[in-house]
């Protein structure tokens, strides 16, 4: 019973060892394993040769174990090595003498790994109290080390290190910071999350950034934790062309959503203003009865501050708050919309500055008429700054819309449709839809007043899918379709302002009204005509096209000169896709009349695979006034990244106007990513300008060390050979 006890105490006792410095392993029974098990006396016990000591999957090997129960301590004869159960080493160390509970004792020649990332080898690390290890002459880094490549990549070297196991944080005394072996900072006094630890108050990885208007200028992220939920960045961004930010950045988490408050206060010479800046406020929530919140809120002091400091290049900000539901049968949303332009050539008092939209739809089933029935009932209003009641009589900037036109719209639809299926496959669906208005415009002194519109349609569309399967497995579906629909005329006369941009797509070919928003209605009796082909392959590759085309009655619809949808007769529709089993993928559509001279042509292709990522497009369209288009747009873009091998990764950006024969942007970038660390260097340049921001040239560099709680993925190791 003597020497059982004896061996249950000291198997407890190496195994409580790997509490200090890791998570405690689960209580299951204890293993001692020895070559020799000798007892000295009535309290001494020897375990010699190979010793392990196996719980939880944890692996404790040495050459010599002694416990002494009248001291109640342990000496550990190495090479002494912890290992957990994938056979990664924890702890290394030439000899240990501790107490039984492992608070209290010394390592020799020890080396600790915390979280499979950081390595903190010391000449002897003392056990403190159950939670500090102190170390003296220690070399901590996350690089792999070679034989023949024995200086790590880089490397903290210090005096003294303590690691508060408890609050998970690494203290350095005297620390000297080296890259290659090159010494090239020294800090008295340096504190450091572990790598285990995933918030914690401090200083972030900085972050180089020159452009060619602001010069070369480095931010210095600070982080603050307010508790498990909350926390603040304060970001200084100070550049050698006399400019000063600083950027915040808030979160908080609470127990039904989260918020983000994020903005900058800038002081610089680029414009008259001497102060700028630049909010931003966005959140969701989940309320009640399965309704959702969410908020987007923006604005900038000027039109080109957020380009100027790489924020952002949108050219206008919308302003969202939303409270949405969405259900199997049923979607509600009630939405408010701000807009700020930061273009040059808009005026903000003639937009609308705030919209507002009260959406309610239902779907459900007609009992015995059989089919799917839908209802909507939708409010909309808009309200413009400007109290003029007449356009801008300046023709660069009227637009055909009175400057202070502020509009209100009640609307109600009904829709219905019913499929049958004949024993021969062919499709016949019965749909319709009928539609009332109410309006109310206001400062406008040609539209003021109300307004009431009705308007129905019904049609019948035929669909024949037909289906071949091959002996190589490939399946072919041909499905061509024939949509007839008659439609009443709208006479009210209402201006156009939602539905300017209209686009013909497959995806709206045998729509019922292709305008996407209320203004404006299609009215004409049509047919509408269209062959889809696609074949799948078992192999993993797919492809298939659509062509259509639409014939009307009458030309009673508004549709612009670039649409492809005006005149009696639409453009041809034809619209490809193929996808390949190795990511790649290409889809195509064109808008072409019979004599094959384009309205719009719209290219993308996409990869993605173990060495290449890239997502590129080309667009083609005619200048089109009502769609805002005064000058034809001939475009190409594209994003890629190539892998060069598993550490180092190339980018390339850019963007190419083929009507003004310049680029628009371009980008170039590298990030080499170790088991040790991830530096990011990138090259742009936006070649655009205006009356409120020039060309500009920006050059970044950022340098994250994997092990102190970065938060960034390590990538492969080093070989050794």
Known sequence: ????????????SLLCSTAPLLAQAPD?????????????????????????????????????VIYDKSTDRLLIEGPLSLTDADGSVLILASQAELSADMNEGILQSARVVLDRQLQLAAGNIARIGGRYSAMSNVVASSCKVCASHPTPLWEIRAKRVIHDAEERMIFFENAQFRVAGMPVAYIPRLRLPDSTRERATGFLAPRLRTTSSLGSGLKLPY????????????????????????????????????IQ??????????????????????GGFQLPEDFRLTFDIQATSDNAYLLDYGYSDTDRLDSRAEISRVRRNGFFSARMVSFQSLRDDEDNDTLPALATDLTFHRRFSLGPIGGLGGFRLQWHSHYRTSSNPFDSSDPAKADGIADGRDVSRLSARFDWRRSFVSDQGLVATILGE????????????VFAGRYTRAHAAAGLELRWPLVKATASGATHVIEPVIQLIGATRDRSG?????????????????????????????QSSRANVGLTWTRYDPAGWNAGFTLGKVFRRNDSDSFSPGSGLGGLNSDWLLAATVGLPNGLSATGRTVFDNDLELSKAELRLSAANETVTLSSSALWAVADIEENRPDPTRELTFDAVWRVNPALAAKAEGRYDFNQSRGTIAGLGLEFRNEC?????????????SDSVTPTTSFGLSVDLIGFGSGQKAGPSRRCY
């Open 1 to 12: 019973m003597r020497i059982r006890r004896l061996v249950a105490s000291l198997a407890v």
């Open 28 to 64: 299951d029974r204890a293993t001692l394993i020895s070559d020799r098990l000798e007892i000295e006396g009535n309290n001494r016990l020897v375990a010699s040769g190979k010793v392990e000591v196996l719980q939880g999957g944890y692996r404790l090997s040495a050459t010599r």
């Open 223 to 258: 982080f603050i934790a307010l508790g498990e939920s909350r926390d603040v960045t304060l970001t200084p961004y100070v550049t050698t062309r006399d400019s000063q930010t600083l950027e915040l950045r808030y979160r908080q988490a609470f127990r039904t959503g989260a």
């Open 261 to 282: 408050l994020e903005g900058s206060v800038t002081k610089d010479k680029l414009t008259e203003d001497a102060t700028r800046g630049w909010v931003r406020a966005r």
């Open 434 to 445: 009928s539609q009332i208005d109410a309006y109310r415009l206001r400062q406008d002194a």
């Open 494 to 522: 209402l201006p156009n302002e939602d539905s300017v941009l209209v686009e013909f797509d497959e995806g709206n070919i045998y729509a019922l009204d292709r305008f996407p928003g209320a203004d404006a209605i299609e």
């Open 677 to 689: 660390v991830v530096v990011d260097v990138s090259l742009s340049r936006r070649f655009t300008s």
